[in-house]
């Protein structure tokens, strides 16, 4: 019954350890990115202040 709601959740659960892998990958990227994009507000907030 679930396969004829919705077709892409029978996949998810055939590749259920590959999906996990990837979406951790993700989420490890994600992480990456944040930390950096943190760090970048981090040293640019007082030439932002000196700009106003």
């Known amino acids: ?3 004829r ?3 892409d959740d ?3 659960t055939l ?3 590959a999906g ?7 989420a ?3 992480n990456m990115a944040r ?7 981090r040293k ?3 030439a932002r202040d000196e700009q106003r």
């Open 10 to 12: 029978r996949d998810k």
């Open 28 to 30: 490890l990227k994600a």
């Open 1 to 3: 019954m679930s396969d």
């Open 44 to 46: 640019q907030k007082p």
């Open 35 to 41: 930390r950096k994009a943190q760090a970048n507000a």
């Open 5 to 7: 709601r919705d077709p």
């Open 20 to 26: 996990r892998d990837a979406r951790l990958k993700l």
């Open 15 to 17: 590749q259920k350890p």
